[in-house]
């Protein structure tokens, strides 16, 4: 499971189009758990990089669903159920969750939330252990995480940490399309992958242009930074 970790300065949202375009690329069924933004937002962000999301969803390489403004009981049950039903026609998929944070706001209690992710990492990455290999992408807003406090928030965050292979996290350099990605390996990474650490002085950087992000290793970046 993919953890990433944004903040209203530094969205993460590069991010998950970034994962969806790698997937659609490659052939393999996504779908996108909408909580944050509609499908809208989504397709105008790809369309720059050249794929019609639209004619995706149209061909059922991408499914969107939306959960924004539903009670959060509902919410969690439908959620849930649309993952099984995708799981159990695709083969290698990929699942995203735009933003886990809202289901906090929205008034479900912490570990409540927690136990969805927790069902549906399991749901999702029990295709690991076959041919098919699901992959899981989970989106947490990130700005009242500073204080590591014990509010909802943190408590969430440090929940769903422990079952992550690896945390992304998005800070911002003076603007939106300007930033630093933090990269660290999750507690439940098993196989190395030589997988390196990046952060701090040796994080990447990134300006964001519409095709998508540019990086840079930090200090040699050049007309960005």
């Known amino acids: 499971m993919v953890l990433i970790t944004d903040t209203l300065e530094s969205p993460g949202t590069f991010l998950l189009t970034h994962f969806v375009l790698r997937a659609l690329r490659d052939s393999r069924r996504t779908l996108f758990l909408g909580l944050a933004n509609p499908f809208e937002h989504y397709a105008a962000i790809l369309r ?8 995706e969803r149209e061909k059922g390489n991408f499914v969107f669903v939306d959960g924004a403004g539903r009670r959060r009981s509902e919410a969690l049950r439908s959620l849930l ?13 990929l699942v995203v969750l735009d933003d ?13 939330v927690a136990r969805f992710a927790a069902r549906l990492r399991t749901s999702t990455l029990t295709y690991e252990f076959e041919e098919a290999g699901g992959s899981l992408v989970i989106l947490q807003h990130g700005d009242d995480l500073a204080a590591l406090d014990s509010s909802d928030d943190t408590c969430l965050f440090r929940r769903l940490l422990q079952r992550s292979d690896i945390w992304l996290n998005t800070s911002s350099l003076a603007s939106q399309t300007r930033g630093e990605l933090s990269i660290r390996r999750g507690p439940a990474l098993v196989n190395d992958f030589e997988l390196e650490d990046r952060s701090g002085a040796t994080a990447m950087q990134y300006k964001l242009e519409d095709t998508g992000p540019v990086w840079s290793i930090k200090g040699l970046g050049k007309g960005f930074i």
């Open 100 to 112: 886990v944070s809202t289901l906090l706001w929205a008034g479900a209690p912490v570990l409540e």
């Open 81 to 93: 159920e649309s993952v099984d039903e995708f799981l159990g026609a695709s083969e290698k998929p």
């Open 48 to 55: 720059k990089t050249g794929l019609q999301l639209a004619s």
